[in-house]
C-alpha cells in the first residue's frame, strides 16, 4: 500500500486549515487517513505548524512520499533533516550524539530566524500603527482650523457705528448712513423689472 504524507484541507471557506496525514494515496484528499502528523494553518502571518516530528520521521522512513507543500512544511519544521541524519546514524557516518547537535543546532538557527521575522512584522504594524495616528491627528487640527469662525475684525466696526448711533452723534459712518437710505427707498418703491 503507497503511503503519502499529504494536506487535508479543514477549516471554512476562503479561511483554509489543513491537517497533515500520512493516507493511502488512493483515498480521497479529505477522506480516510492512517495517522494525523500534524496542523498547519496558513491564515497566521508566520503560518503555524504544529507537527509531532517523531511520528513525521517514523513514516518518513518506512517510505511514505510527501506531497509538494507537504515537504516543504516537513523541511520547514526539520523532519526532512532529522531524517536525513538518522540515515547518516544508521550508515555509520555519524553518531547519533552528533546527529542530535547538527540538529539542535539548526533548529536554534531556524528559531532564530522565525523570531527576527515576528518582531520585524510586529514593528513594523507598530510603526503603521503611528503612522495612521499622526496622519488622523494633522486631519482633526486642519478641520478644527478651518472650523474657527474669523469674523472678530468685521464685528469691531459695526459694534462702533451702533455705539456713535447710540450717543447720539453727529457723525455717523457714511456706510451706515448709505445703507440705510438704501432701505428706506426699498420700502417706499419696489422696483420694476423691464
Not at 47 to 53: C, E, G, K, M, P
Not at 72 to 94: D, E
Not at 177 to 187: M, V
Amino acid at each position: 500500500m503507497p503511503v503519502k504524507i499529504r494536506l487535508q484541507r479543514h477549516g471554512k471557506k476562503g479561511k483554509p486549515y489543513y491537517w497533515i496525514v500520512a493516507a493511502d494515496a488512493r483515498a480521497k484528499r479529505d477522506g480516510k487517513y492512517l495517522e494525523k502528523i500534524g496542523s498547519y494553518n496558513p491564515n497566521t502571518n508566520p503560518a503555524t505548524i504544529d507537527l509531532n516530528l517523531d511520528s513525521a520521521v517514523k513514516w518518513l522512513q518506512n517510505g511514505a512520499q510527501p506531497t509538494d507543500t507537504a515537504r516543504g512544511i516537513l523541511s520547514y519544521k526539520g523532519a526532512m533533516l532529522k531524517n536525513h541524519l538518522a540515515g547518516g546514524v544508521r550508515k555509520g557516518a555519524l553518531t547519533e550524539e552528533q546527529a542530535e547537535e547538527k540538529f539542535n543546532a539548526w533548529l536554534d538557527e531556524k528559531g532564530n530566524k522565525v523570531q527576527a521575522k515576528t518582531d520585524n512584522l510586529s514593528q513594523a504594524d507598530a510603526k503603521a500603527k503611528a503612522d495612521a495616528l499622526a496622519a488622523e491627528k494633522a486631519v482633526n487640527e486642519a478641520r478644527i482650523a478651518a472650523a474657527t469662525p474669523v469674523e472678530e475684525p468685521q464685528a469691531e466696526p459695526a459694534a462702533e457705528a451702533e455705539e456713535a448711533k447710540a450717543e447720539g452723534d453727529a457723525e455717523a459712518t457714511p456706510e451706515a448712513e448709505a445703507t440705510e437710505d438704501a432701505t428706506a427707498e426699498d420700502k417706499k418703491e419696489p422696483k420694476k423689472e423691464a
